[in-house]
């Protein structure tokens, strides 16, 4: 008999286990039991997400365990309607995560899906915890800071009557740009334990002992009571990344401004003693017209986003801010590009709101999982808690805009497009124009270099009369 087991993405002799199956009517009868169809399919690349497995039944008895990649393992689960469970674990990749399903402990995994990591600040709000005034948290201790903070979270997203609060905390630690400069985040501290799952919880902060207050970039994570503390890749919600103000060493209470300064000038010691990657990244489109328009290598920028009304707290001034789809060849840098009402870009030769290139870009870079290429928060270490050390917590952005100065257009090229039109008239992507009446497939664009093709088909047209 024909079975996709151990086949997901084949095709047999007489029937599929190929994705397009369904539509071509093909597949395998055991298509579905064996190649997965998940909900939902995506979630943060922090982990935690609970994921049910679609048009399969499993055994009450069974016992799952889900393994990603290869090599990190979940526990799964069955419900009472005998459907099977996931929880997605902690990554440090976002993109596309192959997983397999055992229903017998881990023995053998003989089913197979796809799992959709996402940076954290693209997913909904509905699907992470909300910092409740996030500014207060970021500058908790600092002068007219202080009282309590509170977070709330989407509670039918937790299994549990009772849940932990809980901080991690992250850090890249090794060489720069060695072999052993690895990313970690790392499980801190419980703030309250056995708290109801209400969806909302409130408290007042105290300074962190060391060595935990050495940690000033984290996230807070809510996840059932049950598991010891600390335990990772449980059904969990996730804050974003963000200053640990609110727990930082009483010095910092005491004197901010003068704890800051310090941080800062290590960090522009450190910054003075790593490579230059200001030369590689490309230069900005010079007006925001451009930047909106030039969708192929520039992006929104999430935190400043036009469409949106956001607030552009990094970049006072500003209305508008694009990052680099892609990041530098070498060194994965990241550029950010930042321009105000008037469509002008915004220099931090000229203001604090400055667009400011990144050493680690904030999206990631493949193939990911190791500095500076972690999603998100490879660049809070490199180029946020910097800023919050040199210009928000003190007043010495000019240490930051030594080795983050903004990027002028000078070397900008406006992309040129290649058309096609009528019967059929061509204009290539230099300027040229002719007219070409030949039938068939035919090469629009082939590029070894970009490893990019584009084929089109020319048809005589066809008259109803």
Known sequence: ????????????????????????????????QFCLEISPYSGTLLGGTDFSILQTVFELSSTLRCRFNGDIVTDGYVDIERKGHCISPLLYESGWIPFEV??????????????????????????????????KWQYYGTPNTAGSLSLKWNTSLITADNVSVELWGYRE????????????????????????????????????????????????RVNPSTPPEGTSNVNALWSGAHALAWHL????????????????????????????FLEEIADCPCTLAQARADTGRFHTDYGCDIEKGSVCTYHPGAVHCVRAIQASPKYAAGQQCCYDSTGAQVLTADSIGGSTPDRGHDWGSPPFKK?????????????????????????????????????????YKAP????????????????SNYTFNGKGEYYL?????????????????????
């Open 1 to 32: 008999a024909q079975t996709c087991e151990n086949h997901c993405g084949k095709k047999a002799e007489n029937c599929s286990c190929q994705f397009t199956c369904e539509s071509l009517t093909d597949c395998c009868p055991d298509y579905r």
């Open 102 to 135: 055992s229903t017998d402990g881990g023995q053998t995994y003989n089913r197979k899906g796809e799992w959709l990591a996402v940076h954290h600040s693209k997913l909904d709000s509905e699907l992470k915890i909300k910092l409740d005034n996030a500014t």
């Open 173 to 220: 630690t090794g060489d720069p740009y060695s072999v052993s400069w690895l990313p970690e985040w790392k499980f801190l501290y419980t703030v309250e334990k056995a708290v109801p799952n209400s969806g909302t919880f409130s408290f007042t902060p105290t300074p962190a002992g060391k060595p935990f207050s050495d940690w000033d970039v984290g996230s807070i």
């Open 249 to 276: 060493e009483t010095k910092f209470r005491e004197d901010s401004a003068s704890w800051a300064l310090d941080k800062c000038l290590k960090w522009d010691e450190s910054e003075r003693e790593l490579p230059n």
């Open 371 to 411: 500095p500076p290429r972690v999603p998100g928060v490879s660049h809070w270490l490199y180029d946020v808690i910097s800023f919050y050390y040199c210009c928000l917590w003190s007043d010495n952005c000019h240490y930051y805009f030594t080795h983050r100065p903004s990027s002028d257009c000078r070397t």
């Open 416 to 431: 040129k497009s290649g058309i096609v039109f009528g019967d059929p008239h061509f204009i290539t992507l230099d300027g």
């Open 445 to 465: 664009v082939n590029s070894t270099y970009k490893a990019l093709c584009v084929q089109g088909r020319t048809e005589p047209v066809k008259f109803e009369n």
